[in-house]
């Protein structure tokens, strides 16, 4: 046993840490219900190649808590249709997906501290 995924499983939003390297898989990561990573949205599981990347995966900047982010109000403007219009994001300042209601086009974004009520 690694002393590493001993730590990456003591962490309190992991569930469950598959070494299966020895089969030429991964090391399987999976999240208690209500986190998800933050570079895969709705995913709460991911595979990783050595334990380093793992990690650094599961930090907890890595980690959405689903049920503590509140939704904000803000408004932007779409890149492409230049459309200036409202959109439900987080209150955790963190990267998330935008969605412009006249053209359907998305991009990332982040809420700024000035703009949380």
């Not at 219009?85 to 209150?91: L, M, P, Q, R, T």
Request: hydrophobic fraction near 30%; glycine fraction near 8%; charge should be positive.
């Amino acid at each position: 046993m690694s002393k590493t995924l001993d730590r990456i499983r003591k962490r309190p939003w992991v569930a469950y840490v598959d070494d299966e390297r020895d089969s030429g898989s991964s090391i399987i990561v999976t999240l208690k219900d209500g986190y998800e990573f933050a570079g895969n949205e709705g995913c709460g599981v991911e595979g990783y190649e050595n334990v380093a990347n793992a990690l650094s995966g599961t930090a907890r900047n890595c980690i959405f808590n689903t049920q503590t982010i509140k939704p904000v109000k803000v408004v932007r403007t779409c890149p492409r249709c230049k459309t200036h219009a409202y959109h439900w994001g987080n209150d955790k300042g963190v990267k998330h997906r935008i969605a412009c209601a006249r053209c359907s086009h998305e991009w990332m974004g982040r809420i700024k501290k000035e703009e949380m009520e």
